[in-house]
């Protein structure tokens, strides 16, 4: 494929995912949506800035150090990817500003005020300060720079808002200064403060903004020089392969005791103490500079720190049900209603598909639940990835079915990035009740999210399987939108009964034959590339083709220039993707969009036309190298004719979506379509309510999909 040897028919991976965060920021500035959902989605842009920064800004810093000359596929330079990132990052928190002081502006004529404390009238400062006195000065913990270098730096923790201070206690003796700071902790204090109600409205303000504006009372004895705010951000882009010789449980502890200590390569300036001075700046300046020589990601910002913290201002604020979406309650399926338990349901319907979270995620924790107390189950086994905690009622059911007396076998992936603790936890509790956990090796991830459950009845053995586009997590499936296909097809159960058994013994996935699952990092990958071809061929027999593929993520060089070579011998092609996407519109008969709206898009499916027998799959895995050549994931194609078109209903609604919808041009950047049509998520959730009925929703007309 020499032709597609060319840089410009590809967008850069990093600037790729800026361009995803500036959607979600874009919500903030829409006034068709409810304004504390304006503050969410700038929360969220900030929280999403702050992974991006710490693990692709970590790994990109150690690319340029190594190699800054050299390229990804896309033609650009670590290097010069450096620059533009930076510059880019700079222009989106001048856009994060100028959105935060409009929402400050519009929610004020709400009743909802947000002041700093120069902005108080007498009696909001009375209220202010007794809450300064009474809840927040006893709880601060101040530290003296008079320790070793070192030491501060190990003290530092990524994402934490913290107070510098230059003090002096001699204002006539100019060398009695010294520097001391102290963390704002979110475990003592809260983010914001709500003063009360002052004719009419409710008062608000920032516990950064307090505390820098009695900074000189917390330290009567000594004259304030200088004082802000500050921010730091730790690199956490790590490598496993670097740990070789340990155990995967001796990484993962190793990597939870340092990330702490890695490197700080950014950091963000906040609001100012009042009274400082120019050369106390300079010298706390100075101070942050020492603790993080990374030039690049600097930052000064007027506005408070840590914007993710508004993504729950909305639950601070009273009366607040004219500015938030209205509840939308998941249904429970009317095919589930009436029975004992999950297994008597399974057996009538066979195939059972739930989209979340406009179908409820229940009876996924209830098929756990009943395979733990059902005297006829003998085997469970379960991936993990992302659980919502330690407690949750996924984990819970695996350890009353171990403690039961079930053979309960978890594959749990501890290399799950920011939740790697978490995992280790639940380790702990799931082999304390007795079940046997396992994990795949330091360079492979297990991404894919599936059950399978063997029940004895008699001389009868029968599967009951899960499979998912999303994580075992109750309270992510009432947010993000993917998909739960539950089936008693033996094949299946077979299949993932093979994988658990061989991942449980080889690691390699390559040996693992299956019947009717694909898997990666071998088969996956292959399975896509064939099926693009197969679509190349029939176009040029003189038949139809079409591609759609509904994904979070596109950034796969060889998936993509498949795709290109489709789109040039006919074949019409639409990707949905929320999020990275490296490839262009380069011709009309490639159309891309994103979804960006109430619900985090999550899940997965591959649609090929392939002449009219329609072949639809449904996936954990984007195509992301790394999903195809080093995780283990999931393929699964769906063969229930009404099923099928369940979710070809599914994708054809998505492409009627105006309201969400924003399209790439053919330089890469994205409009919103805003055009009269439809906003997805309030229609699946309409259809919903109107029809319980699994497989009739979403509705559709003709099966073949159509723009």
């Not at 929402?103 to 007498?122: A, D, F, M, P, Q």
């Not at 009419?200 to 004259?223: A, C, H, M, R, W």
């Amino acid at each position: 494929m020499s032709k597609y040897e060319n840089g410009n028919l590809y967008i850069n991976r990093e600037l790729s995912w800026i361009e995803f965060n500036k959607r979600v920021l874009r919500q903030a500035f829409r006034t068709d949506i409810p304004l504390l959902e304006r503050y969410k989605f700038l929360g969220i842009s900030a929280s999403n800035l702050d992974e991006f920064i710490m693990v692709r800004c970590g790994k990109l810093l150690s690319n340029v150090e190594n190699r800054g000359h050299q390229s990804d596929f896309d033609g650009l330079s670590y290097t010069y990817t450096l620059t533009e990132v930076k510059d880019e990052i700079n222009k989106f928190k001048d856009a994060q500003a100028l959105i935060y002081k409009q929402l400050v502006r519009e929610i004020s004529s709400e009743g909802v005020v947000i002041k700093k404390y120069n902005e108080l009238t007498s009696e909001e400062r009375k209220s202010a300060d007794k809450i300064f006195t009474n809840r927040i000065e006893p709880l601060i913990i101040s530290t003296s720079i008079d320790s070793t270098k070192e030491e501060i730096y190990t003290d530092i923790k990524s994402k934490k808002t913290y107070i510098w201070a230059y003090a002096k206690e001699d204002i006539t003796n100019t060398n009695c200064a010294r520097m001391l700071y102290f963390e704002l902790n979110t475990d003592f204090f809260d983010y914001m403060y709500n003063l009360g109600n002052f004719k009419g409205q409710d008062v608000y303000i920032t516990t950064e903004n307090l505390v820098l504006s009695k900074l000189q009372d917390l330290y009567p004895e000594e004259k304030i020089l200088a004082g802000c705010s500050v921010r730091f951000l730790r690199s956490a882009h790590y490598e496993f392969d670097n740990l070789m010789d340990r155990s995967m449980t001796e990484k993962v502890e190793e990597l939870l005791s340092t990330r702490e200590s890695n490197g700080i390569i950014s950091f963000e300036i906040g609001e100012v103490f009042e009274g400082s001075k120019k050369n106390g700046l300079k010298k706390i300046t100075s101070e942050f500079k020492s603790l993080c020589p990374v030039k690049e990601f600097r930052f000064g910002s007027k506005i408070p720190l840590d914007l993710s913290k508004f993504t729950s201002f909305s639950e601070i604020v009273p009366n607040n049900y004219k500015m938030v979406y209205k509840d939308n309650k998941p249904q429970y399926l009317e095919d589930l209603i009436g029975y004992e338990n999950m297994f008597d349901a399974i057996d009538v319907n066979e195939e059972i598909l739930l989209h979340h979270p406009y179908h409820s995620y229940k009876p996924v924790v209830q098929l756990i639940e009943d395979a733990a107390r059902d005297k006829d189950v003998v085997i469970i086994q379960q991936t993990i990835y992302r659980a919502s905690s330690v407690d949750s009622p996924i984990i819970d059911a695996l350890c009353e079915a171990a403690e039961n007396g079930k053979k309960v076998r978890v594959l749990l992936e501890l290399k799950a990035r920011f939740d790697e603790g978490q995992n280790m936890e639940i380790r702990e509790k799931l082999k304390s009740a007795g079940c046997i956990v396992i994990y795949c090796k330091s360079d492979i991830k297990t991404h894919a999210k599936c059950l399978v459950i063997v029940r004895k009845n008699k001389n009868k053995i029968n599967y009951y399987s899960h499979i998912g586009t999303g994580n075992y997590n109750e309270k992510t499936a009432e947010l993000y939108t993917d998909l739960s296909y539950i089936t008693n097809d033996k094949d299946i159960g077979r299949d993932l009964m093979m994988i658990f058994n061989k991942l449980a013994t080889s690691y390699d996935p390559t040996k693992i034959p299956l019947d009717k699952l694909t898997i990666s990092p071998t088969g996956l990958r292959t399975e896509i590339e064939e099926r693009i071809e197969k679509e190349i061929e029939n176009v040029k027999n003189g038949k139809s083709g079409e591609i759609v593929f509904k994904l979070n993520s596109l950034a796969d060089k060889s998936i993509i220039d498949r795709l290109y070579k489709a789109s040039i011998s006919g074949v019409k092609i639409t990707i949905l993707c929320r999020g990275i996407c490296t490839m262009k519109p380069i011709n009309d008969n490639i159309v891309i969009k994103s979804v960006i709206g109430r619900y985090l898009e999550h899940s997965r499916i591959y649609y090929f036309y392939n002449d009219g027998k329609e072949n639809v799959f449904i996936s954990s895995a984007d195509c992301l190298r790394r999903n195809l050549d080093r995780r283990i994931e999931l393929l699964l194609p769906l063969k229930d004719k009404l099923v099928k078109a369940n979710v070809i209903g599914i994708l054809r609604n998505y492409l009627e979506d105006t309201d969400n919808t924003y399209m790439m041009n053919k330089d890469g950047s994205y409009e919103l379509v805003k055009s009269k049509g439809i906003n997805i998520h309030e229609l699946l959730f309409q259809q919903a309510y109107e029809n319980y009925l699994s497989r009739s929703v979403p509705k559709f007309k003709k099966s073949k999909i159509k723009k």
